[in-house]
């Protein structure tokens, strides 16, 4: 049998980044390759239909920007374990500022494999090693401190304590704090009902409040109002500011942040912050037997592990609690 030359050849040439072919006049493509750009902008739509916040999908593309840029990304499938360990390398910064942009990045790709636009999820086993510092809680005896020396006779003094303690007997975060809303009280059962809009993880959640609670926020509702009427203002935001304007969202220029901190150094208290106080709720849902998994969903965390985190267990408390269960 003689060989039929040229039958099983290829012109390699003619393979590009988007084959196509011709049926009935019709150009149509038979495998594409997926621009980064493309899928970028198409997240960030989804990003923002689904209720992100502004500074997180800015955030979000910047980190991805400068990665297709360092890395030279024009496709999707451009995208390999080698690139993304590459692009680690060279950045000159800190771990911990490496692993916040691997994490934005993995998001991203989960996101196209949702889509399908990727078939497989190799970034899962890449990591950066950081030695976390464990954040310490703020002391309970250092919060009663703080509410007993603040001027509650003021507009600001109450506030800033209304603040303070629904805190620490919520959990809720600062951003959060700064967008509360009249309507998101529940008077007849004594809680606060959250919409996903405000939250972080972007799930409805019910926090129980108690009588003071209750109490502070009718006498705040009532200063509010005065202060509304008399600034010519329309929210019906929960902390306003002492113009009647609704308080910055942004955790390092909330008025309310920006309190704790002067707080800290007039009565030379320390560790006294809103993530501080978010903790201490944590630590004291869990010493009155809360389990962490009831914790977790307090917090609105989506990772058991980042709630460990935040309880900051010694050596001795394991020790102690898992006696009991021998």
């Known amino acids: 049998m003689t060989k039929k030359t040229g039958l099983y050849d290829v012109d390699i040439s003619l393979i590009t980044k988007e084959l196509t072919t011709t049926i009935k006049g019709e150009e149509v493509t038979t495998a594409r390759y997926k621009p980064f750009s493309e899928a970028l902008g198409t997240i960030v739509n989804q990003m923002e239909v689904s209720g992100y916040r502004p500074r997180t999908i800015k955030d979000y593309n910047t980190v991805l920007m400068n990665f297709s840029k360092s890395a030279g990304i024009t496709y999707l499938e451009d995208i390999t374990v080698e690139t993304i360990y590459s692009w680690l390398d060279s950045m000159q910064v800190v771990n ?154 942004k955790s390092t220029n909330n008025a309310i942040s920006k309190q704790l901190t002067k707080y800290a150094k007039r009565y030379g208290l320390e560790n006294i912050n809103a993530h501080a106080i978010r903790r201490a709720y944590a630590k004291n849902l869990h010493e009155k037997g809360a389990s962490i998994a009831l914790i977790s969903k307090a917090l609105g965390h989506s990772d058991l592990a980042v709630t460990t985190q935040y309880l900051d267990l010694d050596v001795e408390e394991v020790a102690k609690d898992l006696r009991e269960y021998l």
């Open 96 to 249: 911990q500022t490496k692993l916040t942009r691997l994490k934005v990045l993995k998001s991203f790709l989960g996101k196209c494999f949702t889509n399908g636009w990727l078939s497989l999820n190799f970034w899962q086993s890449i990591n950066v090693k950081v030695d976390k510092k464990v954040k310490k809680g703020a002391k309970p005896n250092d919060i009663a401190i703080l509410v007993s020396l603040i001027d509650k006779s003021t507009f600001i003094g109450l506030r800033d304590v209304t603040a303070i303690l629904t805190m620490y007997k919520t959990g809720i975060r600062i951003n959060t704090l700064g967008q509360l809303n009249e309507r998101h009280i529940d008077w007849e059962n004594k809680c606060l009902v959250l919409d996903g809009a405000i939250l972080k993880n972007h799930q409805v959640l019910k926090l129980p409040i108690d009588e003071q609670l209750v109490s502070l926020y009718q006498v705040l509702i009532q200063c509010n109002d005065r202060l509304r009427k008399h600034y010519g203002e329309s929210n019906t935001n929960l902390f306003i500011s002492s113009k009647a304007t609704p308080l910055n969202t």
